[in-house]
């Protein structure tokens, strides 16, 4: 492999129609460049700097990059085959109509990036970080993700199918069409998000989370779900078929127009939940805990349910039979009753929280 003689720094110039490989570059600042037309192949380039550059019909083969940023620069056409990125940085930049495969990428940080048409196959992407970004009208089939974080972007039109999944974060971001099909995820957290039109179908996932999420037609299908937390979570118009729910955490949840069927809530908790207008036919029920929640609205009568636990809960009146009081908690409810105990000056510098088991909302 031959030194590729480029001064340090070049601005301002054309590069197109070439076919370069077998050259190492390093330590070399483009400013202003426009590369067209141009195949590389069997290279090595590290600590490389680009600013205010164009790339346009640019495809890499069996090349490798090590430590190489992007600001302020944009991508039309950029094809990929065998390609090997290890620390880049995009910053500020706009990428549109990728599609690569067999990719291994390590640590790729992008900030106020804007992604268009990204079709990706067959790679590994660890500890991706996307930052107050926009990905779009995108396909990722068949590839490894570790460890990606996405926060304050925009994620609209997304596919992924048959992908591996370990650690995916997304937090403060929108969510719009997004849909998930075979393959596996391990610990798939959405939080305080808004996301519209999302579907999990037939994947394996060991730890979701939606916590303090808004979520509009959101479509779950043949999923394992165990220990699923939807903490605080609001779910408007949505529909779930075969989906296993135990020891899940729907605790504070708001559910409204929804449908659950066939699904199994075996020991999970609807702690204080609101849920309206919502059907689980055919569901199924054990140890379930409605205390304090509110079903006036949506009745549990064509489930399985056992041993259920509703004290203080406001039911449906075709499900006034399954109402219970827990004979502890009435015990302890009267005893503060009769005894009014806590404190009496309603001038305290702190709050006064009510007494007995309704300051724990049950």
């Known amino acids: 492999m031959n030194d590729l003689v480029i001064p340090k720094i070049k601005k ?54 090590n430590e190489v940023s992007f600001i302020d620069c944009t991508f039309d056409h950029i094809n990929f085959l065998n390609l090997v990125v290890m620390e880049i940085d995009f910053n500020e930049s706009r990428i549109n109509n990728v599609f690569g495969k067999r990719g291994f990428f390590e640590e790729s ?31 990722f089939f068949q590839n490894d993700i570790k460890h990606s974080s996405i926060v304050e972007s925009k994620l ?33 957290v959405s939080f305080d998000c808004k996301l519209n039109e999302f579907i999990l179908e037939g994947l394996n996932i060991n730890r979701i989370s939606f916590h303090r999420s808004d979520i509009n037609n959101l479509r779950l299908y043949k999923l394992n779900l165990n220990c699923a937390n939807f903490v605080e979570a609001k779910i408007d118009n949505s529909k779930h078929e075969y989906v296993v729910l135990n020891n899940s955490q729907l605790t504070d949840a708001q559910i ?55 004290h203080g809960t406001k039911l449906d009146f075709t499900d006034r039979t399954l109402a219970s009081n827990d004979p502890l908690l009435g015990t302890i409810e009267k005893w503060y009753y009769k005894h009014n ?10 709050p006064v929280f009510p007494s007995g088991v309704s300051r724990y909302g049950i």
Request: proline share 1%; hydrophobic share 30%.
């Open 341 to 350: 105990v806590g404190p009496r000056d309603k001038n305290l510098e702190f």
């Open 256 to 310: 409204y127009h929804s449908t659950y069927y066939h699904c199994v809530f075996n020991i999970a908790s609807f702690n204080r939940a609101v849920v309206k207008n919502t059907d689980f036919s055919k569901s199924e029920f054990y140890q379930t805990d409605y205390r304090g929640a509110s079903l006036t609205s949506s009745s549990l009568a064509k489930t399985k349910q056992s041993n259920i636990k509703t």
């Open 12 to 65: 301002n110039r054309v590069l197109s129609n070439l076919s370069r490989g077998n050259f190492y570059l390093s330590n070399t600042h483009f400013s202003n460049y426009r590369f067209k037309n141009i195949k590389i192949y069997n290279s090595l380039c590290e600590c490389i700097k680009f600013e205010k550059c164009t790339f346009e019909n640019v495809e890499f083969v069996d090349c490798e990059l």
């Open 109 to 139: 940080q992008l900030n106020k990036v804007e992604l268009n048409n990204l079709n990706i196959e067959e790679s590994s992407l660890f500890n991706t970080s996307l930052v107050n970004s926009l990905l779009q009208k995108s396909n």
């Open 156 to 188: 609209l039109r997304l596919r992924y199918e048959n992908n591996s999944f370990k650690t995916r974060i997304v937090a403060n971001s929108e969510c719009n069409q997004n849909s998930f099909s075979s393959g596996e995820a391990e610990d798939f």
